[in-house]
């Protein structure tokens, strides 16, 4: 039974796949101490559509033990941005002990992902980087986090929905497969090509509500406003711009017709749109839940588009609006001259 390593035990998605990955391969989660204690008292609970919330168990670690620990066949790295300080300590101490080179699992949303994974292999391996593979995946599911007295439960549906693509290094993911296929979960594989275009269309739908989030509304809400509304279109309008201009494309996921959304929104008028508004924000509450979004995603959301929009020389000025008065909200760094 292959061996992985989740890093980020205890947060929201490291949990899910711990927990769904136990019925296909020996897993091993890493994670800070207070999160390691919760498990430990068994106050982090898990609870998936139409069951009772039961405690998460399993075998896991401090960060700084997993050096004392076998080197497993895949590191999956759940936590959040930055992604490269992460994987320069885990693959150093793979370096250290020259032996077993793990695959690298990336979950992040946005599509900085990769480049901060790489750079940090780079400079911990140099020329020798290329022989870590590096699996991008894209989960679907809405994963909310309640907080019950002094206990977590961490709440999703079932069955998992992702999308995952060998991004660097060696190609082959059988391996993977074999253990997403023995798990239960339901996935689609792309190639290399098209890796780029599958994390440029779940960001398309990660930014859909984040107009409304702004504004301190859910979609359902910001989608009732006729003016919050045309803000999360346009700002949709805007990223396919930038896409298109980095010679990217949505795509159609199965469940999700990205490419489908993305087409109807640039070519209807706003004023028919405005019409169907109450009818789409209702068909995107119901596939999320009652999750909100994540306002500290902004940077990776909003503040991506922004930062290649400069690169391409475009303009993306509602996206500007809405990162600006979320960070300024938030108080988070500001990301790129633009923002």
């Known amino acids: 039974m292959e061996k992985i390593a989740i890093v980020g035990i205890g947060g929201r998605t490291g949990t899910l796949f711990a927990e769904q990955f136990k019925r296909s391969a020996e897993v091993l989660g890493i994670g800070r101490l207070q999160e390691i204690e919760l498990i430990k008292a ?36 759940s936590t959040r941005y930055p992604v490269f300080p992460v994987v320069k300590y885990y693959y150093q101490i793979v370096k250290e002990k020259n032996g077993k080179m793990p695959a690298l699992i990336l979950s992040q949303n946005g599509f900085e992902t990769i480049e901060e994974a790489v750079s940090a292999l ?54 993977f497969r074999n253990i997403l296929t023995k798990a239960g979960v339901e996935f689609k594989e792309y190639q290399r090509k098209d890796c780029r275009n599958m994390e440029y269309s779940k960001l398309f739908l990660n930014l859909i509500g984040m107009a409304s989030a702004s504004w301190g509304k859910s979609v359902q809400e910001g989608f009732k406003n006729k003016n919050i509304f045309q803000e999360e279109i346009m700002s ?15 795509i159609n996921f199965d469940h999700y017709p990205v490419k489908n959304l993305s087409d109807i929104i640039n070519i209807t008028p706003m004023p028919l749109l405005a019409v169907l508004r109450n009818i789409l924000g209702n068909l995107i509450s119901k596939g999320r839940g009652d ?17 290649l929009a400069q690169k391409l020389e475009a303009q993306t000025p509602v996206n500007i609006k809405i990162y600006n008065k979320i960070k300024n909200a938030c108080q988070f760094p500001p990301t790129g001259g633009q923002g």
Not at 46 to 64: L, P, S, T
Not at 238 to 245: D, F, I, N, Q, S
Not at 292 to 307: C, M, R, T, V
């Open 122 to 175: 780079q400079e911990v391996f140099r020329a020798e980087a290329c022989k870590v593979q590096i699996i991008r995946l894209n989960l679907f599911n809405a994963v909310d986090g309640i907080r019950m007295d002094d206990k977590i439960c961490l709440k999703y549906f079932e069955p998992i929905r992702l999308v995952f693509s060998s991004a660097f290094g060696p190609i082959d993911t059988a391996g």
């Open 236 to 250: 949709l309008r805007e990223y396919a711009v930038t896409v298109k201009l980095a010679n990217g494309k949505f």
């Open 291 to 307: 999750k909100p979004k994540d306002l500290s995603e902004a940077s990776h959301y909003n503040g991506a588009i922004i930062k």
């Open 42 to 77: 068994k106050k982090l609970l898990v609870r998936k559509r139409g069951f009772e919330a039961q405690a998460f168990e399993g075998n896991v670690i401090e960060d700084k033990n997993f050096a004392a620990q076998a080197m497993p066949d895949y590191i999956f790295v």
